[in-house]
């Protein structure tokens, strides 16, 4: 399941049940971008997505430090990637989650995350699979290779295809 820049609530009661038994008995998930910004009212989803949105500062240049290339989502990536986005601040944080990819705030203006501040992520929860990028705001970003094989990379992990 795929949640690319999905805002609000988007599931009702019925659909919700669906998709938590679809992570329970063994399903991917894969969230990118403003999928953090989904369904604030229900706290499992929270702990899937593993964050929620809080703000944002203006479109930038920002550098990612890339914490783990050992995941399907970063071997290929640079250990310093710049990249320019709408980068998210976010609260409530899952400490559960393995941060693949963290946001270096001194090299853009408007972070609130301090030196933890995560913008790629992936865990297992409750038996399903789950991976989040910040990245994705801007159209340009889905022409750009190295943001294309991180979110192949994402899926692909979600599916239970790469390790």
């Known amino acids: 399941m795929i949640f ?3 805002t609000m609530n988007v599931l009702n009661d019925q659909q919700q049940q669906a998709f938590e ?22 706290p ?23 914490k783990d290339k050992k995941h399907a989502s970063t071997k290929h990536l640079p250990n310093d ?8 601040n976010y609260k409530s944080l899952n400490p559960d989650v393995h ?6 705030e001194t090299t853009y203006e408007g972070g609130e995350n ?3 501040h995560p913008i790629a992520w992936y865990h297992n929860y409750q038996g ?13 970003s889905y022409s750009e290779p190295m943001f294309l094989q991180h979110i192949l990379g994402g899926i692909l992990w979600a599916a239970g295809k790469e390790k």
Do not use: M
């Open 114 to 116: 301090g030196t933890n």
């Open 128 to 140: 399903g699979r789950a991976f989040y990028t910040g990245r994705g705001h801007t159209s340009e």
């Open 4 to 6: 690319l820049s999905t």
């Open 44 to 66: 499992w989803y929270g702990k899937l997505v593993g964050g929620y949105f809080k703000s944002h500062p203006k479109q930038q240049d920002a550098i990612i430090r890339v």
């Open 99 to 104: 941060v693949l990819c963290q946001l270096d």
């Open 81 to 88: 990637w710049k990249c320019f986005d709408e980068w998210y």
């Open 21 to 42: 038994g679809f992570i329970k008995s063994g399903g991917g998930y894969v969230g990118i971008h403003a999928a953090s910004d989904t369904e604030y009212d229900w």
